[in-house]
């Protein structure tokens, strides 16, 4: 239902086995997490399009992005905001925040994956107000 575009084929996200239930989102450029320190990681991926035609009528579907429980164990590595959605109406470059518990510097490479990606399909809780249209990109619906 939600397709994705990418600026380079190698940094398409996949799916490590037959039966991964999420997709492994690499990281578009070097860059280097300070111990204790945040950063955000860009992954030349873009939501191209959601075929609204096939979302079950109540529903919507959003991206999720999770942690690598790898770089969490070797390197103490998590999303900074624990969890991160992705809405249907996201214009920007997905990227991933993330924060180094650690003490030591966390280099990250072109390529490398720094987090999974899962679609899922949601329902909006009944009789909460909805604000209009989007109008920009990350954090621009407020604090």
Known sequence: M???RTTSPDLMPAYAT???AAADLRAASPSVILGGERGK???G???DHVEWGKVPPGMLPEL?????SGLAFKHGIMLTNGLGTIDADYPDEI???LFN????PFTIQKGDRVAQITMNLIVKIPGLETGGP????FGSTGV
């Open 45 to 47: 991926v873009w939501i």
């Open 101 to 104: 518990s650690g003490k030591d």
């Open 95 to 97: 990227s991933v925040l």
């Open 134 to 137: 989007r109008m920009g990109g």
């Open 64 to 68: 999720q992005i999770r942690a690598r």
């Open 2 to 4: 939600i397709f994705l």
């Open 41 to 43: 990681v860009p992954t």
């Open 18 to 20: 037959q039966a991964s």
